[in-house]
C-alpha cells in the first residue's frame, strides 16, 4: 500500500478540525476588541528564521531518503492501519506504545485545530499583535506556521517509531 494514499478518515478528521478551528478564529475574529495591544520585544524572527533554514535542509533530507510522498504520509492509510493495530491488538507491549502514543496524536488532532483558529483569527490585529511574528498577519502566520510544521513532524517521526507494523492485507486498509 503506497504511503501518499490518503486515509479518509485521518484526511477527512485532519481537515475537518482545520475547518472547525477557522470557524472558532472567526468567531474571535468577528467579538474582537476596539482596541490594539501589541506589545513590543515579542517577536521572534531570529529563531523562526533559524528554525526555517534547519527545517528546509531536514526537508530536504527527508525527501531525498523516502520521497515527496513521506510527506502525506501521516495522513495516510498504512498510517490510520498502524495506528488501529496498535490500539486493537494485544500483547506484550502494545500498552507501552499505546500511552506513548495517545499524546502525539492529541497533538497532531489539536495541531490542525490550531492550524485553523489562526487563519481566521490572525485577521483581528489583537491576535497577532503580540505573535512571535506579528504585528503583520503574514508574519503571525509564517511563525506560527513553522511551530506547526515542526511540532507536527516531530510527532509524525516519533509515531512512526512507536506504531505496530502492519503486514499489508487488504481488511488493514482504513
Do not use: K
Not at 479518509?8 to 468577528?30: E, K
Not at 502525539?104 to 489583537?126: K, Y
Request: aromatic share 10%; glycine share 14%; charged share 10%.
Amino acid at each position: 500500500m503506497p504511503a501518499w494514499r490518503l486515509s479518509r478518515v485521518v484526511a477527512g478528521t485532519a481537515g475537518g478540525l482545520a475547518l472547525a478551528g477557522s470557524v472558532f478564529g472567526g468567531a474571535i475574529y468577528l467579538y474582537r476588541g476596539p482596541e490594539l495591544g501589541p506589545v513590543p520585544g515579542t517577536y521572534a524572527w531570529l529563531p523562526h528564521l533559524f528554525l526555517t533554514a534547519v527545517g528546509a535542509l531536514v526537508l530536504l533530507l527527508v525527501v531525498r531518503r523516502r520521497g515527496a510522498s513521506t510527506l502525506v504520509a501521516p495522513l495516510g492509510r498504512r498510517a490510520a492501519a498502524r495506528l488501529a493495530v496498535t490500539f486493537r491488538a494485544g500483547g506484550r507491549g502494545r500498552m507501552l506504545r499505546r500511552v506513548a502514543a495517545v499524546p502525539l496524536v492529541a497533538i497532531m488532532l489539536f495541531s490542525c485545530w490550531r492550524a485553523g483558529v489562526q487563519v481566521t483569527a490572525g485577521l483581528d490585529p489583537n491576535f497577532t499583535g503580540n505573535a512571535w511574528g506579528g504585528p503583520t498577519y503574514i508574519g503571525a502566520m509564517f511563525c506560527h506556521y513553522v511551530d506547526l510544521a515542526w511540532i507536527v513532524g516531530v510527532s509524525a517521526a516519533l509515531l512512526n517509531l512507536l506504531l505496530v507494523p502492519t503486514a499489508p492485507r487488504a481488511g488493514l486498509e482504513v
